[in-house]
């Protein structure tokens, strides 16, 4: 049933897959979640007797969201798929597909709000020595780990972003790495003495790994070619398991630590905002209610009378 659904609307999903690239910009990562969202849609939709997209009603959408969480799926798995059904059905009837988009008055979940597990300054500064140690043993791939732990905390870049680096983006003279964002946005970070040291190190052996296929990739692994995001999410997985107490973050809670250690030492709102690369000023505000929370906590703990 479901590879004859897929076969029925190849030409579909593909029109699809190209508009999210080449209009929206999209990530792969972005655009495989998304085709997935449409093709748990269309699979439904089937069992329901339901050839054609024309055909589908907000009921059918709604049942379709139903049936998600009767069957256990999270608040903010249904939310994403309640998006990614909008986004679908609006660029269906905007090229003339449909007739009417039947999204219109859809409405999912609200996501629930989990504050981002972060480090703690010192939790940090450990990490990043223990980095610097280890870089020590002059292994090339020690360095490059390094910098870029350093530049992840120093910049909050996302971990796409940090692997898609070219050694043009970098100016260690200015300390600011030009970033290639979410919608193909560009957008200058500026980072710390540090990760310029931390990367200039990293120069320095570069070319020991790097290989004919290397190309201008800012960083590389073992094989010359440019590291992938698992690269590194295992590069940062394998420092913090040295640290006990420290939560067991990914890059990405690198960038979180960034930014609320940012707020922590008094940087404005907007300026996080233009650092992290979020179109939203209210996706940045996040990092002010973790902030606040870790003060209630300290508060707490320290107060006679809390």
């Not at 999903?13 to 495989?32: D, N, V």
């Not at 049942?63 to 256990?72: E, F, N, R, V």
């Not at 201008?216 to 295992?234: I, K, Y």
């Amino acid at each position: 049933m479901a590879a004859d659904v897929l076969e029925q609307h190849a030409e579909l999903l593909h029109a699809y897959a190209r508009h999210l690239g080449a209009e929206r910009g999209r990530s792969a990562h972005t655009r495989r979640a998304y085709l997935g969202d449409i093709r748990h849609l269309l699979a439904f939709a089937a069992g329901q007797g339901i050839d054609t997209i024309g055909d589908l009603r907000i009921g059918d959408l709604r049942s379709w969201l139903g049936a998600q969480a009767d069957g256990g799926a999270a608040r903010a798995t249904i939310a994403r798929r309640a998006a990614s059904a909008r986004t679908f059905l609006r660029w269906a009837e905007h090229t003339g597909r449909i007739a009417t988009d039947p999204s219109l008055r859809l409405v999912a979940p609200k996501r629930q709000a989990h504050l981002p597990e972060v480090l703690r300054q010192g939790e940090a500064s450990q990490l990043l020595d223990l980095a610097a140690a280890r870089a020590d043993d002059d292994d090339p791939i020690h360095v490059r780990d390094r910098a870029m732990l350093e530049l992840l905390y120093a910049s909050g870049i996302r971990v796409g972003e940090l692997a898609g680096l070219d050694v043009d983006d970098l100016d260690v003279v200015q300390d600011v790495v030009r970033v290639l964002g979410k919608g193909a946005k560009e957008r200058i970070v500026p980072f710390g003495t540090p990760a310029r040291r931390a990367l200039e190190s990293w120069l320095a052996v570069r070319s020991r790994l790097v290989r004919d296929d290397s190309g201008p990739a800012l960083f590389l692994g073992r094989r010359g070619r440019r590291v992938d995001t698992r690269q590194v999410r295992s590069a940062v997985h394998e420092l913090l398991s040295h640290l006990p107490d420290a939560p067991d973050l990914g890059p990405h809670g690198l960038r979180h630590s960034a930014a609320t250690h940012l707020l922590e030492g008094g940087a404005d709102l907007r300026m996080v905002q233009e650092i992290l690369g979020h179109a939203s000023l209210a996706t940045t505000q996040i990092y002010t209610h973790v902030s606040v929370d870790r003060l209630r906590r300290s508060y707490e703990q320290a107060h006679p009378r809390a």
